[in-house]
């Protein structure tokens, strides 16, 4: 069933020398099938054939896309066991997981149905004409958004469904009405290309342009480089690493056409415990905690990396339960290999800067690719002076910085980089006495959480999944939920143009029926 | 009344050793106020009191930011003439324009103030709990807009009140709850000091805080280089060159948290003119054309600077027409020796290149910085196969294009760079006839135009003023109209977050009676 080759459109290719297999961390063996890293031709043919596609697809209904988003959606089901038993291969994470982020990708594909079927997210504005207006007449302005262009999606090592090839980066631009090329993450190569495929079929069903869908393989660099350089790739989509991250914004700002990239990366993801709460909870508290730093073996980009509270024996004793707590977790397999590796790399890292102390690791025997979770402090001061501290350990490991005072956990937030969540955890009015530890950790977060935990991330309108750089690359739009769509598109205007020859969304019969700005008014009238 | 110095908060400051003065050129002689350029500390100061005044004014609500606005536009229309004789003496407009100017100025400021005080731009969605579902409990999540952090504004050559110190950009900006420095534009540092001080003095009327806004004065690129660099600067808005704008996109993209940075900047503005159209009404084509081609001597970013037509004998009537017209108008003054000595540079540049004629342009005697209007031609052919003829001639100067026939103008706008506006004039069903020339148009501007000049941004919530790289640097946003205020802000969500600590936006009981999307329905009603 598995090809290996790359998907130029409905057309598989093999065209390069390249070969490469993916890893099964459970089993710690290379999967059998081979994949064909996708050649300088393939992707100059993939990006001509998304720019062609995309001078049609730009232009298709609401109706038309939404059914193509549950055409994928629908075909990503009938994939079945294939795809459950693919994903396990490739990720070592547990079919239940892999159930729950399938049902995840298609819920995405679903919602973006919904959104462009109802068609009121082109923020469709009307200003009609005054002809005898003085000193000049005002013509008639009608606005509307509009497609950027190709968009690069590059599949996430993490999330082998909702955030790669058919992951909510892909769904939100082929709702926006821009062509996809995803660049497929080399670990999960063949779940990739079984979604691909479902993708396909989709387009061929529902009668979509050839190119409004590619799928590359790639093992290293190259091909993710190429993509981002070429001229008529008009944006791009990542989930990953920082410097990953970096890289294609450095790429993409140097081109004689900038584009924008929209990257979502690393966060430690700070939760602040005040005295109150740790004193009267601080038992279920650990265990909340232990679980959320250990879900996913803390491979979720919002893990909570780094625990703050003020020195005392309700954290003393919060800091000897999560240790309790958290060795009592099976511990779970990494990704890859080379996640794994990362992981030890960087916990030593962390463990050999001064005054990281390692409070409790699992020592237990484990398996193949199996992370031994982790539970440190630091004092506030030290935490404070070495930035190196305040890097991202990908995985289950976390920090538990001990300030001296309310001054000193304010002075700590304010120096944090961006990231994807903060969380608060307090009683009642413990919150007003800490008002600048709130406010700082607003302005360093995306998203702020009361009394819960930053894992596990909502799918609907009002999440926000970004923040400041380095939480993404551009804290003015979110990557996940509906509005996720506004990264891949542009206003634009019509002045004057004739009612026959607008796109339906700004006729004056108003035959979608969509909710309108009419001279600065809300409605869904006719004009 | 001018002194000269930079606006550091409401504090005025001249501590560098750098002096400039501006130039009158229609007198073509300096003008008499020494100016003083900010130094370095002069910027850091600024910036950090920004900083102090953002950690404020980012909350305020947008009744007391509608009063700070609208005090702006009380104090800007309270400097009365002396506020036109200094925009004359720097700039050699008419005082007809600096009135229209300060007209549009203060009619965007009271926009901006009636949109913060209805309060509905914040984008207020709410996602309710669902305690029970499974398998895992919905949290309630609730998003909205919120400020970026401190703006720096670029002040315009060509506008020196509507997009410079209290301009678009400024007013978006103080808007959306984002403090403003603004580095003042040389060539009209007097202007600039003058509505600095208004905005100061409404500052301080409307009890906002310290620092929401700066006035730095400078004459070369070091003031804006360090302030672009500075860490706690969060967007920058600029209109200008695009040299100048791409290196503050590239300054920006360097930094080790890159920042936003909306740059509007060259249009030539393509015109295409179909034949039916040009036998029908060649004759009043080309006299509206040499009005929109000269107005405000050819300084507009809008200015029409391409004119495509098919060959025959009816675009050849109309560059007869267009010439014998462009000479009966009479010549203006350009802003500053510089800008008319780059016109007449590029000008010879441009008639440099083989193949471009000049047809026409203005030959009396004219007086000091008098720019000479110009109309030149080219074969299609000699155009598609010569970037060097695409680049902008600043000022009064236009090339018609004679393309071989439709398929050649077709090539030729797919070929060209990104620009504000593209315009079609033509004749009922010429459209259908030319529909390949109209997408291609289409995909390469920010507004369309049918039958009418690309001069003339009318200020209206339609209106997009922006499009494809070089006309912007982020082709997402406007910079005109009020959704010009999603430039300097980001969403951010409240997950659980307690009701009373909520900002009034989000609260149940909607206490602003705004229109929010409640579980994705629009609503303004209460919980």
Chains 1, 2 share one sequence.
């Not at 602040?272 to 250990?294: H, I, N, Q």
Request: proline letters at 6%.
């Amino acid at each position: 069933m598995i090809t290996g080759k790359n998907y130029i459109g409905s057309r598989t290719s093999s065209l390069g020398s390249k070969i490469f297999k993916t890893f099964n961390p459970i089993s710690n063996k290379e999967n059998e099938q081979t994949f064909y890293e996708a050649s300088t031709q393939e992707i100059k043919e993939a990006v001509d054939l998304a720019w062609e596609a995309f001078l049609y697809y730009q232009d298709f209904s609401g109706e038309r896309k939404s059914e193509f988003l549950n055409a994928i959606a629908d075909e990503i089901e009938s994939l079945g066991d294939d795809l459950i038993d693919m994903y396990c291969a490739e990720s070592g994470l547990p079919a239940g997981r892999a159930m729950g982020e399938r049902g995840r990708t298609v819920f995405q594909l679903r919602s973006f149905a919904e959104l462009i079927k109802k068609g009121d997210w082109v923020e469709a504005h009307i200003d009609t004409a005054l002809p005898d207006r003085a000193p000049i007449p005002k013509p008639d302005i009608r606005k509307m958004m509009t497609a950027l262009g190709p968009v690069v999606v590059f599949g996430a090592s993490n999330f082998p469904l909702a955030y790669s090839t058919a992951g909510g980066d892909t769904a939100a631009a082929l709702a926006a009405g821009c062509p996809v090329i995803v660049k497929s993450h080399p670990m999960h190569a063949g779940t990739g290309e079984l979604v691909a495929s479902a993708i396909i079929k989709a387009a061929r069903k529902t009668g979509m342009p050839q190119g409004v869908f590619s799928n590359l393989n790639s093992s290293g660099i190259e091909v993710g480089v190429q993509l981002v350089q070429h001229p008529q790739v008009k944006a791009v989509g990542f989930t990953g690493s920082i410097r990953g991250g970096r890289a294609l914004y450095d790429l993409a700002a140097k081109r004689e056409e900038p584009i924008p990239v929209f990257a979502e990366m690393g966060s430690v993801n700070p939760v602040v415990f005040l005295p109150e709460a740790l004193m009267k909870r601080g038992d279920s508290l650990a265990k909340t905690y232990a679980g959320s730093v250990t879900l996913g073996t803390g491979q979720f980009c919002t893990n909570p990396g780094l625990l703050f509270g003020i020195k005392g024996d309700a954290l003393d004793q919060f800091i000897s339960r999560l240790s309790e707590e958290i060795v009592l977790i099976e511990p779970g397999c990494m990704l890859h290999p080379n996640i794994i590796g990362n992981y030890e790399a960087n916990k030593k890292k962390a463990l050999s800067q001064p005054g990281l102390k390692l409070v409790t690791e699992y020592e237990q025997a484990i398996g193949h690719n199996v992370a031994r979770q982790a539970v440190t402090t630091v004092e506030g001061t030290t935490f404070l002076q070495n930035p190196a501290l305040h890097q991202e350990v990908f995985g289950p490991f976390t920090m538990v910085v001990q300030c001296k005072d309310k001054e000193q956990l304010e002075a700590i937030i304010l120096k944090l980089e961006g990231q994807l969540t903060g969380t608060l955890i307090a009683e009642g009015n413990e919150v007003n006495t800490f008002s600048g530890v709130v406010d700082a950790l607003r302005n360093r977060v995306g998203r702020i959480i009361f009394n819960g935990v930053p894992t596990g991330v909502e799918v609907c309108p009002s999440m926000v999944h970004g923040g400041p750089y380095p939480a993404s690359t551009d804290s003015r739009f979110t990557a996940v939920g509906i509005d996720s769509i506004k990264r891949w598109v542009r206003p634009f205007s019509y002045q004057d143009w004739p009612n026959n020859l607008l796109p339906d969304a700004l006729k004056n019969e108003n035959p979608l029926g969509i909710i309108r700005l009419v001279n600065n008014q809300l409605s869904t009238e006719a004009l």
